[in-house]
C-alpha cells in the first residue's frame, strides 16, 4: 500500500536561509508525487508536481523539488526563505488514491 | 468561475444527528474526493469518485457515506454523528488521472459534534 512520510511536524528556519522539507514514500507501482501548500484557514494549493520525466521539478513561488527513486524522497527546498511562506506543507503520493503526509508547519525566524 | 464549493462552511450537531455535506464543482471534472483533516495527521481520504454512479471507499470511510448521480455533486453524509467525527472536511476535484492533474481543493467545512 502506498504511504507518505513527511519527517519533521515543525520546521523553522531563518528569514532568507534554506528551507528543507522531507518527504519519503513507498509505493507499488512509478508514483505520482505533489506538494501542496496550506495556509491558516484556507484548502491547499498546488506547489509542484512529479509525474515523469525529468527529476528535478520547479514549482510556484521559487519551490522545487527532486524526486530520488533509490532513496523513495521527493524533498522541497526553496534556496531563500521569505516571511510569506510560513504555512503548512504536505506531500503527496498517487498511485490508485491520492494519499497526503501529516504535513509540516514551516515557521519563518526574523 | 466558482471552481470547488462546499456547504456548509461551520456546523455544530450533537451525538447522534445526521448530516450532509454538499460538495460541488463547475470544472467537469471526473475525480472527486472527501478528506477529513485533524490537527496532526494531515489529511486522511474518506471516500472518492471516478466518474457520476462510481464511489469507493478511502482510508477512513466507517461513519460516511457518499453518493455522486452527476459529475458535478458528491455529497458526503454523516450517519449518527459521533465525537471522533469532529474535524475540518475538504471536498477536492481533479481533471485526470493519467498523468494526475492538479486537485483543486473546497475551502472546507468546519464540523463539530457535541
Known amino acids: 500500500a502506498q504511504s507518505v512520510t513527511q519527517l519533521g511536524s515543525h520546521v523553522s528556519v531563518s528569514e532568507g536561509a534554506l528551507v528543507l522539507l522531507r518527504c519519503n514514500y513507498s509505493?507499488?507501482?512509478?508514483?505520482?508525487l505533489f506538494w501542496y501548500v496550506q495556509y491558516p484557514n484556507q484548502g491547499l494549493q498546488l506547489l509542484l508536481k512529479y509525474t515523469t520525466g525529468a527529476t528535478l521539478v520547479k514549482g510556484i513561488n521559487g519551490f522545487e523539488a527532486e524526486f530520488k527513486k533509490s532513496e523513495t524522497s521527493f524533498h522541497l527546498t526553496k534556496p531563500s526563505a521569505h516571511m510569506s511562506d510560513a504555512a503548512e506543507y504536505f506531500c503527496a503520493v498517487r498511485d490508485d488514491k491520492i494519499i497526503f503526509g501529516k504535513g509540516t508547519r514551516l515557521h519563518i525566524l526574523p | 468561475n466558482a471552481g470547488v464549493t462546499q456547504t456548509p462552511k461551520f456546523r455544530i450537531l450533537k451525538i447522534g444527528q445526521s448530516m450532509t455535506l454538499q460538495c460541488t464543482q463547475d470544472?467537469?471534472?471526473?475525480?472527486m474526493y472527501w478528506y477529513r483533516q485533524d490537527p496532526g495527521m494531515g489529511l486522511k481520504l474518506i471516500y472518492y469518485?471516478?466518474?457520476?454512479?462510481?464511489?469507493d471507499k478511502g482510508e477512513v470511510p466507517n461513519g460516511y457515506n457518499v453518493s455522486r448521480s452527476t459529475t458535478e455533486d458528491f455529497p458526503l453524509r454523516l450517519e449518527l454523528a459521533a465525537p471522533s467525527q469532529t474535524s475540518v472536511y475538504f471536498c477536492?476535484?481533479?481533471?485526470?488521472?493519467?498523468?494526475?492533474?492538479?486537485?483543486?481543493f473546497g475551502e472546507g467545512s468546519r464540523l463539530t459534534v457535541l
Open positions: 469518485s471516478v466518474g457520476a454512479g462510481i464511489t
Open positions: 470544472m467537469n471534472h471526473n475525480y
Open positions: 477536492a476535484s481533479m481533471r485526470a488521472a493519467v498523468p494526475p492533474g492538479e486537485l483543486f
Open positions: 509505493s507499488s507501482v512509478p508514483p505520482y
